[in-house]
């Protein structure tokens, strides 16, 4: 199993994060949810609020505003209206 999957972070004026991540949570429409290295499928709408993830164990976070998220064993791909970084 990998140890790792691409976290992508879009914006419609640009990539705001594009890296091989460890973990990563966001607030979902229907609550917070969290992803690790070969998750489940699932496609979620996302709320305004935080999103963080850990690369080479350092934490990281930003504040999104609303949009969706599609989840696969080795991505995360989010596309959302903003971004605001922490």
Same mark, same amino acid.
């Not at 419609?12 to 594009?18: A, G, M, T």
């Not at 973990?23 to 609550?31: F, I, L, V």
């Given at each position: 199993m990998a140890e790792t999957f691409l976290l992508e972070v879009v914006t419609?004026?640009?990539?705001? =994060?594009?890296s091989d991540v460890e +973990?990563?949570?966001?607030?979902?429409?229907?609550?917070e949810f969290g992803v690790l290295p070969g998750h489940t499928?699932?496609?979620t709408l996302i709320a305004s609020g935080e999103l963080s993830?850990?690369?080479k164990g350092a934490a990281h976070s930003l504040v999104t505003g609303e949009g969706?998220? +599609?989840i696969t064993?080795?991505?995360v791909t989010?596309? =959302?209206e903003? =971004?605001?970084q922490q």
């Open positions: 419609p004026q640009s990539v705001v =994060v594009s +973990e990563m949570s966001a607030q979902g429409a229907y609550g499928f699932f496609f993830y850990r690369v969706f998220a +599609e064993h080795d991505r989010v596309l =959302v903003s =971004v605001q």
